[in-house]
């Protein structure tokens, strides 16, 4: 790896991973060559970017101690709040960089999404993004039929969480890193689309390789709850807005622990785990 993109490889890393995400490296014009024109990212082919994702950690190394300590304005999504703080906080570690981060929910007004998030995952050799074209003489007929990556550590067990690219920096010499290939054969890849479009609630097409690890059973019933009852869920309420608002238009929401006796299941959301996984999500 060339020793410029080693450095801010590092640099993001140090940012990031501490709270459950991987930073894998990629040139644009790799990304733009897989799609057609209306998806391209307007940048030269030589720009550098990264891709960030997160892993089971995530949960507890990120979200709940953001949860514990941040003000959400406005409040939509928590998972993608938390993350679009952290991501904020790689531009701050590199105040010398033009940076633009575009997050994986991210969409153009025609709601073109911003980024293929399982596109470029595949393209950084993060995860291997299994199609109907990679399975010979597949059995669906007129069925449509979405694709799905795979980790080779953690299989379903990880979420794309957007990109992070740097308008002048080129990398020109920076060689293509391919995804590990983790479901080869012609069975297991149509097992695995299978699950993935007629059975994800179940999980299982999750476990198209064994993970280091999956998902805690917290971990799932968030993801598995309708985002409306999330809150409630976490045990958390929306409070009144700030009368400190620093800016009229966009009001503080803060978050607060509901008061009246959470049990011991509603406390333990907000409590990261004693001893974090090893290993660093919808």
């Not at 060339?2 to 450095?7: G, S």
């Not at 991973?17 to 209306?38: D, H, I, R, S, T």
């Not at 949960?59 to 941040?70: E, G, H, R, V, Y």
Request: charged residues 20%; aromatic residues 10%; neutral net charge.
């Amino acid at each position: 790896m060339e020793p410029r993109v080693a450095e801010l490889k590092q640099k993001i890393e140090d940012t990031l991973c501490p709270f459950g995400f991987e930073v894998y490296p990629f040139q644009v014009a790799w990304y733009n060559e897989l799609l057609p024109p209306a998806f391209h990212l307007s940048l030269p082919g030589p720009t550098l970017a990264f891709l960030i994702l997160s892993t089971p950690a995530m949960f507890d190394q990120a979200l709940k101690p953001f949860l514990q300590s941040c003000h959400l304005k406005p409040l939509t999504d928590p998972v993608d709040q938390c993350v679009a703080y952290h991501l904020s906080r790689v531009k701050e570690s590199l105040p010398e960089l033009q940076i633009e981060v575009i997050a994986d929910y991210e969409v153009h007004p025609n709601r073109r999404p911003k980024i293929l998030a399982q596109t470029a995952a595949h393209v950084a050799g993060a995860a291997y993004y299994y199609q109907r074209q990679d399975v010979e003489a597949d059995p669906w007929g007129t069925k449509h039929i979405s694709g799905v990556c795979v980790h080779p550590r953690f299989g379903g067990w990880f979420a794309i969480r957007g990109v992070v690219l740097l308008p002048g920096i080129e990398v020109p010499d920076l060689l293509p890193r391919k995804p590990h290939d983790c479901v080869p054969t012609r069975a297991d890849r149509i097992a695995l689309l299978e699950g993935f479009n007629f059975h994800w609630r179940d999980w299982t097409y999750r476990d198209a390789v064994t993970p280091q690890e999956r998902y805690s059973e917290e971990q799932k019933a968030y993801f598995s709850t309708p985002p409306s009852q999330r809150l409630a869920l976490l045990g958390l309420t929306q409070a009144s807005e700030e009368p400190s608002s620093p800016s009229p238009d966009i009001p503080f929401i803060t978050l607060t622990k509901k008061s009246q006796n959470p049990s011991r299941a509603t406390r333990s959301w907000l409590s990261p785990r004693v001893s974090p996984p090893s290993s660093p999500g919808p």
